[in-house]
């Protein structure tokens, strides 16, 4: 156990739709990591936030959009939905930015 | 943009077997990080390398970070079936300020016949 929490563990819903992951960090950690998964893509870096600031970003589409609350748990919101989103949605943390990361068991996303 | 390429894609050992993995970047890394992701699992952090030339080992596994900074390799001697899994490296780069970034690889898949 990472220590990092992440819900709901399994997500199925239609295209067009919009759906929200969440994802606490470890305690202490203060940065926040939204990764995308999928079989053909690997591991793709989304979008960081430190301490409720956004820090860094990757591939992340502008149908996505993510935040850091005050109490440093994060939301990544995904809408407008199509097909290809389906995926493993990874949330990690580290203690500062780019450190060691800790790694959430993830949100299964279907998107039908 | 910067990329991280890891070679090769799938490697199918028997144990007891060595196995190597190799990340090659195309800019200079200011780090570079390896993971190790167990099938149906979240990857999991195994170590980070930070100076040229540098070498670390963990019981089996072997860890370089390349002299120009711009290549790594994981090596596992004497695989057992507990490895098998994927193995990414993930490289960062620091162009300034807060101007991080941290590219992974695509990973490479190790399965181990007992």
């Known amino acids: 156990d990472s220590g990092v929490t992440q819900t709901p563990k399994h997500l199925i819903t239609a295209t067009g739709q919009r759906v929200t992951l969440r994802c606490s960090p470890r305690s202490g950690d203060l940065s926040v990591y939204w990764y995308q998964q999928s079989l053909d893509q690997g591991l793709q870096f989304l979008i960081q936030y430190y301490n409720g600031e956004e820090r860094a970003k990757g591939n992340i589409l502008e149908r996505f959009s993510a935040q850091q609350f005050p109490d440093l748990h994060s939301e990544l919101n995904l809408s407008s939905l199509e097909l290809g989103d389906s995926a493993l949605y990874f949330c990690?943390?580290?203690?500062?930015?780019?450190?060691?990361?800790?790694f959430g068991p993830g949100t299964r996303l279907t998107v039908t | 943009g910067q990329q991280v390429m890891q070679i090769p894609q799938y490697q199918h050992v028997q144990e007891g077997e060595d196995f190597t993995t190799y990340c090659n970047s195309s800019?200079?890394?200011?780090?570079i990080q390896w993971y190790k992701q167990r099938p149906g699992g979240h990857p999991v952090f195994l170590i980070q390398?930070?100076?040229?030339?540098e070498v670390k080992k963990q019981k089996r596994l072997t860890f370089q970070f390349g002299e120009a900074k711009k290549n790594s390799s994981l090596h596992i001697t004497a695989t057992q079936t507990t490895d098998v899994g994927t193995y990414f490296c993930a490289g960062g780069t620091n162009s300034g300020g807060s101007n991080y970034k941290l590219t992974f690889g695509k990973g490479t898949l190790l399965t181990v016949n007992p």
């Open positions: 800019t200079t890394l200011s780090n």
């Open positions: 390398l930070v100076k040229s030339g």
């Open positions: 990690a943390s580290s203690v500062f930015p780019f450190y060691e990361q800790y």
